[in-house]
């Protein structure tokens, strides 16, 4: 491979974490086995809500073949992993009684990692709630600051002697704007929904860094939150405020009260009828870092008769697309760090981004994907570049390690720098995976 094929990585730090990032719904599949208990996604598929009618019973069988997976992040010479644990696999019924024969498949997954000197990132929730705690309310339900503290205080006893870094939350602002239920409620419904189960994913956030800290020495925690500029589709005033709205429930309405302990402005009246007395001081807990998972800006109209008063614009033209319809904008990626850096302080680690498309193996069975691999280089080059600028950035974390379950959209989208051949499961690594091979390479040597 030829140096130039690499992005300029001068301006990271010597110490750098190199990653892949998978989660546990949509990799694992294992979904009846050993004890585990329904999630909310289970359901989805059992209602045949997802593309294709596709569901995570057997997704990419990562329960299973977990060895082999390591193997594959073993070659590709990651020094860090992030997954999440699946709370129904660990607590069938969200609380109460544990299912030992769950965790011990997060014992085999850790200290197999561990024998191949990759530090596990151990993601507390990537949005697999127990069916169980759904039926009595789920987020809505103040209950579940609750469920969620004694769930990580869980997590954490049982594997704080072999994992430091603890991340409480994947994506908070995405799940609670987009998560399906709420989107099928009437309007006024949906927004106090809204506000209730965001204001209770803060403050279980709060509880669960409390209890890492306590119970796992030299604990290195964060949340990981989405962070996708939201721009108008227009030079109407209408969509600019749209834009700006959705801007701030999307990307500040969870790291602003974690990190500087208050809501946004815009926003604040209307999460007030949810605060009661000390909960500002219960979510504004000291992190260590803050993720960063980024892909792409969106562009946004003002719809009134919508939530939030926003829809999803049609990209405008000219601007260039992934196979799968969203913007390719390396400048959009760097302003991103820089602003998130300048808004938080925070070290930050990007724990996602990555390339979606339909990757087909060609006639000899190569998976072949230049533009994957622009992709990359172009956005690591932006990384650099907002180091350059002064951004604290500790590392970087490809989505995704394999294909697998992309939520929505089944099967049918693919983000792994490793093919999933889903008949017989084999893992075909990507052309993409052999060039972020020769990349970390490079940056290990120095
Ligand atoms: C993020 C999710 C992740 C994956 C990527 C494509 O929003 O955290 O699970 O679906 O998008």
Redesign the pocket.
């Known amino acids: 491979m030829p140096a130039s094929d690499l992005p300029s990585i001068a301006k990271l730090r010597p110490d750098f974490i190199w990653g892949v990032s998978t ?1 546990s719904f ?1 990799i694992e599949g294992a979904t009846r086995e050993d004890g585990r208990g329904p999630s909310i996604w289970d359901v989805y598929g059992q209602k045949g809500e997802i593309r294709n009618n596709d569901t995570g019973d057997v997704a990419c069988d990562h329960y299973h073949r977990y060895r082999e997976d390591i193997a594959l992040m073993k070659l590709l010479g990651v020094q860090a992993y992030r997954f999440s644990v699946a709370w129904p696999r660990v607590l069938p019924q969200g609380r109460g009684p544990v299912n030992e024969l769950g965790l011990a498949f997060y014992d085999r997954l850790i200290d197999e990692l561990l024998a191949a000197s990759i530090e596990p990132w151990l993601c507390l929730y ?1 949005w697999d709630l127990p069916q169980a705690l759904e039926d009595l309310g789920g987020w809505m339900n103040r209950e579940a600051v609750t469920w969620f503290v004694d769930y990580a205080t869980l997590i954490a006893t049982r594997f704080g002697d072999r994992v430091t870094r603890f991340a409480t939350f ?2 908070p602002s ?1 799940f609670c704007l987009f998560e399906r239920s709420l989107g099928k409620q009437d309007r006024a419904a949906s927004e106090s929904n809204l506000h209730r189960t965001m204001h209770h994913v803060n403050l279980a956030h709060g509880g669960a860094v409390d209890v890492i800290r306590e119970n796992v020495p030299g604990a290195s925690i964060g949340c990981i939150h ?1 962070f996708q500029p939201c721009w108008p589709a227009s030079a109407d005033e209408a969509d600019a405020a749209a834009a700006a709205r959705l801007g701030t429930y999307w990307n500040w309405a969870f790291p602003d009260p974690q990190c500087r302990g208050e809501y946004p402005a815009l926003i604040r009246s209307a999460v007030e009828p949810y605060i009661q007395p000390g909960d500002m001081a219960r979510i504004h807990r000291p992190v260590d870092w803050i993720g960063l ?1 980024h ?1 792409s800006p969106v562009y946004i109209n003002a719809q009134t008769n919508s939530m939030l008063g926003f829809a999803f614009a049609e990209k405008p033209a000219g601007v260039p697309l992934t196979p799968i319809g969203w913007p390719i904008n390396p400048d959009a990626f760097r302003d991103t760090l820089l602003s998130v850096h300048e808004r938080y302080g925070l070290p930050i680690y990007v724990l ?1 981004n ?1 390339y ?1 498309s339909y990757d087909k193996p060609d006639e000899t069975g190569a998976v072949i994907d230049p533009e994957r691999i622009a992709f990359l280089r172009s956005y690591i080059e932006a990384m650099n570049s907002a180091a350059a600028d002064g951004a604290d950035i500790r590392g970087y974390f490809v ?2 390690l394999l294909d697998n379950f ?2 929505e959209s089944g099967y049918s989208i693919r ?1 792994g720098l490793t093919y999933v051949d889903y008949a017989s499961l084999r893992r075909n690594p990507k052309a993409s995976f052999h060039w972020y091979k020769d990349l970390i390479k490079a940056a290990r040597q120095g």
């Open positions: 989660s949509q990537h994947n994506e995405i989405s998972n892909y996602e990555g979606g989505w995704s992309e939520w983000f």
